[in-house]
């Protein structure tokens, strides 16, 4: 095993973005038409115990399609991420693994990693910094090598960025506008971890160099005409609070009157699954900075409604604003209809919104909710549509005021769970779960 200390510094050419600000700040990143931009790409080598990395210049306009990115935005100076050599373990016939402590830096006026900033003001939950391969790793010595492989083994997940089935290492952090020197605007360190199999000097596969590509995906103040939209894929991202980049706040008792937690349990290829027992609620919830009186805002789930006996709602989905002055907006699903949905705040049960019209639906199979808020204040609507069809929309004068629940004791902006009543048992099957931030909000 060989071991010693080398430094990466990469300026990063190309940031993704997704965010919104109804207040203008002094610097702002350059809006790209069309929500393209002609990319650079960061061209990263490892050569023994040394890495580098240099900009090349694409020159054609990438359209990014991740949840967490619709744009992509380019220019040089942007951040500089850091990687420190750790070690690299030689094992032959086997592998051999390099390790690097890598964190990020920004190099910009204005804070990054979160969709909404006025004053820089940190929110409690942010999308943070994905840092997302453009392809898998390439041997270039020796070449050629037949068989060996290089991948990047401990990655946090895999996304849709620039394109389908990315690998990425996520950031919790903020990063805050620059600030001379690392502090509160650099990330944490993270292990980025490489290993090469197999591992045979002798029979002349000892990989010794290799090369990747990679982009930056982060949200940060942008336009206001810019959309923020995060999408939880339960198909593939595991237990949202475990594991889900941008992680979703662990399952709550909702009120005082439910208090005992129910159960989450997820299946590759099937979804997310939460149970709440008889007296029980069971929710998951993101505390995004959002305007709901100004801004246009939306939400939408894949569910199917398990316990089909029962007549009570099951799926619970919705926003809340984050003042006592603001609005809260919910639609409950049942095993045969959609509504609107009201929560009495002592007893803490769910009830058809008063005055408003069911949408029925076929039982036992999985239908699209949507639920969208247009202009809010004293002129705005919100109306849910059903498997894209349009049903009924309320005034948003009508909407009821945040809950203390998710306000102060489970500050939330975008909910959804799963609840039971005092006899019956709520049982729903998530395939996913989207919500959007200002913009042109979801639509049917």
Same mark, same amino acid.
């Given at each position: 095993?060989?071991?010693?200390?080398?430094?990466?510094?990469?300026?990063?050419?190309?940031?993704?973005?997704?965010?919104?600000?109804?207040?203008?700040?002094?610097?702002?990143?350059?809006?790209?038409?069309?929500?393209?931009?002609?990319?650079?790409?960061?061209? $990263?080598?490892?050569?023994?115990?040394?890495?580098?990395?240099?900009?090349?210049?694409?020159?054609?306009?990438? *359209?990014?399609?991740?949840?967490?990115?619709?744009?992509? &935005?380019?220019?040089?100076?942007?951040?500089?991420?850091?990687?420190?050599?750790?070690?690299?373990?030689?094992?032959?016939?086997?592998?051999?693994?390099?390790?690097?402590?890598?964190?990020?830096?920004?190099?910009?006026?204005?804070?990054? $990693?979160?969709?909404?900033?006025?004053?820089?003001?940190?929110?409690?939950?942010?999308?943070?910094?994905?840092? @997302?391969?453009?392809?898998?790793?390439?041997?270039?010595?020796?070449?050629?090598?037949? #068989?060996?492989?290089?991948?990047?083994?401990? &990655?946090?997940?895999?996304?849709?960025?620039?394109?389908?089935?990315?690998?990425?290492?996520?950031?919790?952090?903020?990063?805050?506008?620059?600030?001379?020197?690392?502090?509160?605007?650099?990330?944490?360190?993270?292990?980025?971890?490489?290993?090469?199999?197999? &591992?045979?000097? $002798?029979? #002349?596969?000892?990989?010794?160099? @290799?090369?990747?590509?990679?982009?930056?995906?982060?949200?940060?103040?942008?336009?206001?005409?810019?959309?923020?939209?995060?999408?939880?894929?339960?198909?593939?991202?595991?237990?949202?609070?475990?594991?889900?980049?941008?992680?979703?706040?662990?399952?709550?008792?909702?009120?005082?009157? %439910?208090?005992?937690?129910?159960?989450?349990?997820?299946?590759?290829?099937? #979804?997310?699954?939460?149970?709440?027992?008889?007296?029980?609620?069971?929710? %998951?919830?993101?505390?995004?900075?959002?305007? %709901?009186?100004?801004?246009?805002?939306?939400?939408?789930?894949?569910?199917?409604? %398990?316990?089909?006996?029962?007549?009570?709602?099951?799926?619970?989905?919705?926003?809340?604003?984050?003042?006592?002055?603001?609005?809260?907006?919910?639609?409950?699903?049942?095993?045969?209809?959609?509504?609107?949905?009201?929560?009495?705040?002592? *007893?803490?049960?769910?009830?058809?919104?008063?005055?408003?019209?069911?949408?029925?639906?076929?039982?036992?199979?999985?239908?699209?909710?949507?639920?969208?808020?247009?202009?809010?204040?004293?002129?705005?609507?919100?109306?849910?549509?059903?498997?894209?069809?349009?049903?009924?929309?309320?005034?948003?004068?009508?909407?009821?005021?945040?809950?203390? *629940?998710?306000?102060?004791?489970?500050?939330?902006?975008?909910?959804?769970?799963?609840?039971?009543? #005092?006899?019956?048992?709520?049982?729903?099957?998530?395939?996913?779960?989207? &919500?959007?931030?200002?913009?042109? *909000?979801?639509?049917?």
């Amino acid at each position: 095993m060989r071991t010693r200390i080398q430094t990466l510094s990469l300026t990063l050419l190309a940031l993704g973005a997704a965010a919104c600000s109804e207040s203008k700040m002094s610097s702002e990143p350059p809006v790209p038409p069309n929500g393209t931009h002609p990319l650079g790409i960061i061209y $990263g080598t490892v050569s023994g115990d040394t890495m580098r990395a240099e900009f090349v210049p694409v020159g054609l306009p990438i *359209t990014g399609h991740s949840a967490i990115s619709p744009s992509i &935005y380019g220019g040089t100076g942007t951040v500089a991420v850091t990687g420190e050599f750790v070690s690299d373990v030689q094992n032959p016939p086997s592998s051999r693994t390099w390790t690097f402590k890598v964190h990020m830096e920004n190099l910009l006026s204005y804070a990054i $990693g979160s969709n909404y900033s006025d004053g820089n003001a940190t929110p409690p939950d942010t999308g943070g910094v994905f840092l @997302f391969f453009q392809s898998n790793p390439v041997i270039s010595q020796p070449f050629p090598c037949p #068989g060996c492989v290089v991948s990047d083994t401990n &990655y946090a997940g895999i996304g849709n960025f620039s394109a389908v089935g990315q690998k990425y290492y996520w950031y919790k952090d903020r990063p805050t506008s620059v600030q001379g020197s690392p502090s509160t605007d650099t990330t944490s360190d993270q292990n980025w971890v490489f290993v090469a199999t197999p &591992y045979d000097p $002798g029979g #002349g596969r000892g990989v010794n160099a @290799f090369s990747w590509m990679m982009l930056v995906s982060a949200a940060w103040p942008a336009d206001p005409d810019s959309a923020t939209t995060y999408t939880y894929n339960a198909l593939t991202d595991s237990e949202p609070d475990l594991h889900g980049k941008p992680q979703w706040k662990p399952p709550f008792a909702q009120d005082n009157g %439910l208090t005992t937690l129910g159960s989450e349990s997820w299946t590759a290829g099937s #979804g997310l699954t939460l149970t709440a027992n008889a007296n029980s609620s069971i929710f %998951l919830a993101r505390d995004d900075s959002t305007d %709901l009186a100004n801004w246009n805002s939306g939400m939408q789930a894949k569910v199917n409604v %398990l316990n089909t006996g029962s007549d009570s709602v099951q799926a619970v989905i919705g926003l809340v604003g984050q003042t006592a002055l603001d609005k809260q907006l919910f639609v409950g699903v049942w095993p045969d209809s959609v509504a609107f949905l009201k929560l009495d705040p002592v *007893t803490g049960v769910w009830s058809h919104f008063p005055g408003t019209t069911a949408r029925h639906v076929a039982s036992g199979v999985a239908h699209v909710v949507t639920l969208s808020l247009l202009g809010g204040g004293g002129s705005g609507i919100a109306f849910f549509c059903v498997d894209h069809g349009f049903q009924t929309f309320l005034p948003y004068a009508s909407l009821q005021s945040p809950d203390a *629940t998710f306000l102060t004791s489970h500050p939330s902006t975008a909910v959804f769970g799963t609840v039971g009543t #005092g006899t019956q048992m709520g049982q729903v099957l998530w395939s996913s779960v989207t &919500y959007q931030l200002s913009g042109n *909000t979801i639509t049917c």
